[in-house]
């Protein structure tokens, strides 16, 4: 079933909508939440909860892409959960490195005095993404925001770990030099 009529289900409010959001994206979505928590437990009860955020979401919001409206929630979904779980270490790690890591370039979120200029700084980072090269910037997403390890992303492109290492730390200081000149550093 295409987005469009599985978004139109929503609308109508038919629960049908669930089973087919499930077939279409249920593994995409189950994969993306575990790769963040790291528990199959955890990943089931954040698709589940996602669902029910689609459900509740739509209407009124009619995604255009709902694939890519879905992985916000999980995501979103997912890193509140690894918050709320601080004490006991999640995702094998790769959360807080990838924190580590892109916290040289932005801060946490807490700093941000007001919600405008988060959003601000969202529009402005992922213009800085849509100008990069696409094999530069699909890296850079995939670690960043679907939190995919260096190694995955090096088997998925056909590079080595090194590569993608280099690459990303690359694109951080390109970002970062991006943010400075936006005043945002």
Not at 18 to 30: A, L, Q, S, V
Not at 89 to 108: F, M, N, P, V
Not at 150 to 169: C, E, F, Q, R
Request: glycine share 8%; hydrophobic share 35%.
């Amino acid at each position: 079933m295409e987005d469009v009529e599985i978004i139109e289900l929503y609308f109508q409010r038919d629960e049908k909508a669930i089973e087919e959001t499930k077939i279409k994206y249920g593994g995409y979505c189950f994969a993306l939440a575990n790769r963040i928590l790291g528990k199959m437990e955890d990943a089931e009860e954040c698709v589940n909860d996602a669902l029910l955020s689609a459900w509740n979401s739509i209407p009124p919001q009619r995604p255009r892409f709902l694939r890519m409206f879905l992985a916000r929630i999980i995501r979103n979904r997912a890193l509140n959960q690894v918050k709320a779980n601080t004490a006991i270490k999640r995702g094998s790690g790769e959360t807080d490195l990838i924190y580590e890591e892109i916290s040289e370039c932005i801060s946490d979120g807490r700093s941000v005095e007001s919600e405008i200029l988060a959003k601000e700084l969202g529009s402005t980072i992922s213009d800085f993404v849509k100008g990069l090269p696409e094999r530069e910037g699909d890296v850079f997403v995939r670690r960043y925001f679907f939190m995919e390890s260096v190694k995955d992303i090096a088997g998925n492109y056909g590079m080595t770990p090194g590569n993608v290492s280099v690459t990303l730390n690359r694109t951080r200081k390109k970002l970062r030099d991006h943010l400075v000149t936006k005043g945002y550093l």
